[in-house]
């Protein structure tokens, strides 16, 4: 079973399914600066625990990008944890879905629940069927559609900072990038990368995606050699937690930066990277583009605006950046703390009104 995070959050609710048998855990970490916003996750754990586990994490760095976006939104986060092996069918998909509106419904709003990785936008119907606290539907049904494409391209803006802080250039063709996934996010990034010139190794646990290689001119690696292959810049676009010590010690890049949530096993891996002279881009920076979109949409704002916002991130980064080596911390610690810093700034506030 996976370490239990640090428990600092304000409800979290864990429930077998009344419908679908299925254990279920949303964990509100924090409403400070607004109700909690973060996506659900349908994946295979171990145990239920790991399940919650991965819940209490992912909630708290929802806090961290949601505070580091400048959003007036809090961290939150829901997963449903199915046991090694499943095959969901239907009908029982269906059943955890409705499972997890009950669940919503039960923090009064305190709580927006999205698509995340394993459920899609037309999941976020069905949940709704239970609950108003649900955002991502799809467009035809007046949401704000898949978010796929804003996180991608706030993940391209983070590139041209992260190759200056490394390499003292922006210059996208005359550099090569491990992309380990190719999901909604990642295979976006690779087509915004090729376009623009990089040399591209791309890898991905689906065989299938190899047709995208091949259609960009890249070169296909195994999944195992996506944290071996000498390249500038490794771009995490799977799941978490592949930065593990070992791996950062023999990392043959120079800088890491993508949209994989969670990719250092242990918050010490950041100073681990930094005494390698690897530049790290904070996770939570790097891919806030889907949450910005998503509020954006819930508060009115047009597309134009929206995209200002996500082409923002690149100089939220480039500030961070800059904090690190005037404080002498690593990236993550002042990523950190520009987010603390909101949000002791909003609890202040609150604290004076009461």
């Not at 049904?141 to 804003?150: D, I, Q, S």
């Not at 790290?280 to 704002?301: K, R, S, T, W």
Request: glycine letters at 12%; one cysteine or more; proline letters at 5%.
């Amino acid at each position: 079973m996976s370490a239990i995070p640090e428990f600092n959050h304000e409800r979290v609710l864990t429930s077998m399914g009344a419908r679908s048998d299925v254990v279920i855990t949303v964990a509100l970490h924090s409403s400070v600066l607004g109700p909690a916003l973060g996506g659900c996750r349908m994946w295979t754990y171990p145990t239920w625990a790991d399940g919650q586990a991965d819940a209490l994490r992912l909630s708290s760095a929802m806090t961290l990008k949601n505070a580091a976006a400048g959003l007036d939104a809090g961290g939150g986060k829901a997963v449903i944890a199915l046991p090694m092996g499943t095959r969901i069918d239907a009908d029982r998909r269906r059943a955890a879905l409705l499972d997890l509106g009950d669940l919503v419904e039960a923090l009064d709003g305190r709580y927006r629940t999205a698509e995340d990785v394993g459920t899609t936008e037309h999941d976020m119907l069905v949940v709704r069927e239970r609950t108003e606290h649900v955002v991502g539907l799809p467009a035809e049904n007046g949401g704000a559609g898949e978010p796929a494409g804003a996180t991608a391209l706030g993940v391209y803006s983070s590139i041209a900072p992260t190759l200056e802080e490394a390499f003292g250039s922006d210059d996208i063709a005359a550099r090569s990038f491990v992309i380990s996934g190719l999901g909604q996010v990642g295979g976006r990034l690779a087509r915004m990368l090729a376009g623009h010139g990089a040399t591209l190794f791309l890898t991905d646990i689906d065989g299938r995606k190899q047709q995208l290689a091949d259609d960009l001119g890249a070169t296909w690696i195994a999944p195992g050699e996506a944290l071996t292959t000498p390249a500038d810049v490794l771009v995490p676009a799977g799941l978490g937690g592949i930065l593990t010590d070992e791996a950062i010690e023999a990392l043959p890049v120079r800088a890491v930066v993508g949209p994989a949530n969670n990719p250092l096993a242990e918050h010490s891996g950041a100073a681990r990277l930094a005494e390698r002279g690897i530049v790290y881009a904070p996770d939570f920076v790097v891919n806030a583009g889907g949450v910005i979109h998503l509020q954006g949409m819930a508060d009115g704002m047009q597309w134009p605006a929206i995209a200002e916002r996500l082409t923002g991130i690149s100089d939220t980064l480039r500030g961070v950046f800059a904090s690190a080596r005037q404080r002498g911390i690593t990236p993550l610690e002042a990523a950190e703390a520009l987010a603390a810093e909101r949000i002791d700034a909003a609890r202040g506030r609150m604290t004076v009104s009461a």
